[in-house]
């Protein structure tokens, strides 16, 4: 049998994870000798280039160094995607691989699946004979409903222009088939995020960060990015004044994001968070310390959209300060409240789970760490078998 050639696109950190459990599904095929070999090259768009959110991540996570590295850096979104879109398709012509895997919502995932649903290969071709790579969407049908998201707008095109669509949860079906999708496009194989936490859980609990930032055995975990919270001091100083609240009764652990030290920065609102000693400020932190402190939390207070899935995995209580969330599972079945911005309502949440009243929530289906194998098996028998 042919090799099956798969080309796999990784742009800014929540990608890294997701790509780790494919890589290392891939090595495992590899290594029983099954057929067909898989070459797997590995393409890095530069999304994310700041050491501490990218290289790091890397090296921890055990996925090899990119085959090849776009080094596109930041930008606007048209900016950046239109840079991504021009230096992708160079690479796309001469490796002509016979699926190309983009995961999640970020930039390089749409602008790669778009480079890819017109690319037409030259006459020499694969040995397939394929004029264009498989379309694969990892994380597929997830939705908020919120056209105002960047995310949201990635999503919907990635998912139209892919050819298969990996899902990770039951919501996803109903998305995709209220928007016309045929269901034989539709795989249902888990999470490979939750793939990478459970494959290196046991190695994060070994971490020193807590000894060495002197982390009470007690605190909420705080992440906050998101430019509907951040950008802006009419959307930012009631979150911050709301954090400052909860650490009365418990003390938060921050990992500043840059986009958010920027923001904290110019609204003048980074001091009064220095002075408060129940308010730990850190960098950015590398997967295995973040892991370690997310698994330990009492609590956590976040607008991501992958540690909603990774609290609900840990079942460690999860208050996502959003209007709306394209992973709904977490909250219907998970340890996620969905609170919105308000502060009272993030603070009654907050009282509430301190005081022990919290939802235990449970483990979704799939979420199993075998999504990865899943993956490749199915592209095995959809994509070399075509």
């Not at 995020?193 to 290196?200: E, Q, S, Y």
């Amino acid at each position: 049998m042919n090799n099956l050639k798969i080309m796999t696109i990784a742009g800014a950190r929540p990608n890294f994870m997701k790509v780790a459990s494919i890589s290392e599904a891939v090595k495992s095929h590899n290594n029983s000798g099954a057929d067909p070999y898989i070459e797997h090259i590995l393409v890095h768009t530069g999304q994310h280039y700041d050491e501490k959110l990218s290289q790091c991540f890397f090296q921890e996570l055990g996925i090899p160094e990119p085959d090849i590295n776009l080094e596109v850096g930041s930008g606007s979104h048209a900016q950046q995607t239109a840079e991504i879109m021009k230096r992708f398709e160079p690479v796309l012509l001469n490796e002509q691989p016979d699926a190309l895997i983009v995961v999640g919502d970020v930039n390089s995932t749409v602008a790669c699946t778009l480079v890819a649903s017109k690319i037409i290969y030259p006459d020499s071709g694969t040995e397939s004979g394929r004029i264009r790579p498989v379309i694969v969407h990892v994380e597929a049908g997830l939705r908020s409903f919120d056209k105002d998201m960047p995310e949201e707008i990635n999503r919907i095109l990635t998912d139209a222009l892919s050819d298969i669509l990996f899902l990770t949860e039951e919501d996803a079906v109903k998305n995709l088939t209220s928007e016309g999708v045929a269901t034989e496009k539709m795989v249902m194989v888990g999470n490979v995020m939750i793939d990478t936490l459970l494959r290196h859980l046991s190695m994060a609990k070994k971490s020193d960060v807590r000894r060495r930032f002197k982390i009470p055995s007690s605190y909420a975990l705080v992440t906050m990015h998101r430019p509907s919270n951040v950008d802006t001091r009419e959307a930012l100083k009631p979150l911050i004044d709301c954090l400052i609240e909860i650490s009365k009764s418990v003390p938060l652990v921050f990992p500043v994001h840059p986009r958010t030290r920027n923001a904290l920065e110019r609204f003048e609102l980074l001091p009064v968070l220095e002075q408060n000693s129940n308010i730990l400020l850190l960098d950015p932190l590398p997967y295995l310390d973040f892991l370690n402190l997310l698994a330990s939390a009492t609590l956590v207070l976040t607008d991501s959209g992958g540690i909603q899935e990774e609290t609900t995995a840990l079942q460690v209580p999860c208050i996502t300060m959003r209007e709306n969330t394209e992973r709904p599972v977490t909250v219907t079945l998970g340890t996620n409240y969905l609170t919105g911005t308000d502060p009272a309502t993030i603070l009654s949440t907050a009282g509430k789970i301190l005081s022990g009243q919290g939802k235990k929530g449970a483990i979704p289906p799939y979420w199993d760490g075998k999504a990865g194998e899943r993956i490749v098996k199915e592209l095995v028998e959809r994509v070399a078998a075509s």
